[in-house]
């Protein structure tokens, strides 16, 4: 009788964190459907972390980071960020996963079902955050690209105009000088024939 008593609040306890663990994940899938497209980095670590799976999130979120060593502007800028939502993934795991859940008080139970869902909602904006970072960084990169370019096409027509001058002081303009004063004496002499002097 006592074993099957043992029996009955084990399952029972079971049934309990089953039930606890699936409102934690009810809510945090609903949480999901507003993150927008599915292949962003924001969207594959909350969808991890929702999934409870914590590890393969802060590995993704390590992946993401090591993909951006083209960037040190970025990761130095985003660094604090990263360990932050590093530091809310381990957070939501340990309110999740809280040892005894099943015990507390339905208030307690609660309340850390409130934090958890902070957390979550905070890693969100972290990684929105992040992800703002990054298209910051790429705006910048592109746009000392655009200077870099225009500079090189200042360059090459300012060296183009140089080259068309040097040309034109050793070639054509002497001979223009000749041509000027060949000209100018035809029509002196012209004038002078016209006047019969």
Known sequence: MS?????????????????????FSSKMQAQLRDM??????????????????YQRAIDELKKYLESKQDFPQFLERSDRYTKYAIDLINAVKAKRS???LQHLTMSKQQELFDRAMEHFEDLKQTLKKVEQIEKEVKLEDIRSTVWVVKAAIYCGFALLVL?????????????????????????????FDVLGL
Not at 5 to 10: G, Y
Not at 42 to 51: D, E, G, P, W
Request: hydrophobic share 45%; aromatic share 6%.
């Open 3 to 23: 074993k099957a008593l043992d029996v009955a609040i084990k399952a029972a306890e079971h049934q309990a964190e089953k039930e606890l663990s699936s409102r």
């Open 36 to 53: 927008g497209a599915v292949d962003t980095m924001r969207h594959t670590i909350i969808s991890y972390v929702a999934n409870e799976n």
């Open 98 to 100: 809280f040892p005894g």
């Open 163 to 191: 080259a068309f001058l040097i040309e034109l002081s050793k070639g054509v303009l002497p001979a223009t000088a000749v041509v000027i004063d060949d000209l100018f004496g035809t029509i002196t002499n012209k004038l």
